[in-house]
């Protein structure tokens, strides 16, 4: 019987804590409306999204690894093309070359850069009035304050 007591307690407490818990997005909503708390403003939380902010997005950071890839393809199969050809069509590849290897080298610069997270990003909130602006805030990592 005592047994049961205990797991009785300790199950009723896992369930209270679990209930308890916020999201990542609930925490967000709660630092904006503690912000415009003493407003007149009444905020529509209810198409709101949460995005996490990267100093460049992994997806483009993959495409940009992706298109180097094929430019350093593309390149080298001009420069073993351009031998064989006459001056003037030479000259005409040799310029389309030199305008490749300087997207090539802007790719290899941004490849350099690495996704790194900065924070969060909530958008879609809508101010309740006739003119229904849309704002958007930023956070830190932790979620703890709201950053310009």
């Keep these: 019987m005592k047994n049961f007591r205990i797991v009785f307690l300790f199950l009723t ?3 209270l804590n ?6 990542d997005k609930d925490r967000a909503i709660e630092l904006v409306k503690s912000k415009y708390e003493s407003g007149n403003q009444e905020l ?3 198409n709101a999204t949460l995005d996490s902010l990267y100093t460049i997005s992994p997806k483009a950071y993959a495409d940009s690894i992706k298109k180097g890839n094929e430019l350093d393809t593309t390149l080298a199969l001009l420069e073993s093309e351009i031998e064989h050809l006459p001056q003037a069509e030479s000259d005409s ?3 389309i070359s030199a305008e490749l290897t ?3 080298y802007r790719l290899i610069d941004l490849a350099k850069l690495k996704p790194q997270f900065r924070g969060w990003k909530l958008s879609g909130v809508k101010v309740e009035d006739e003119n229904a602006e849309v704002l958007s805030f930023n956070f830190d990592k932790g979620i703890t304050q709201i950053v310009e």
């Design 44 to 46: 529509n939380f209810e």
């Design 13 to 15: 407490l896992v369930i």
């Design 102 to 104: 300087k997207r090539r």
């Design 93 to 95: 590849v040799g310029r």
């Design 18 to 23: 679990s209930c308890g818990k916020k999201t």
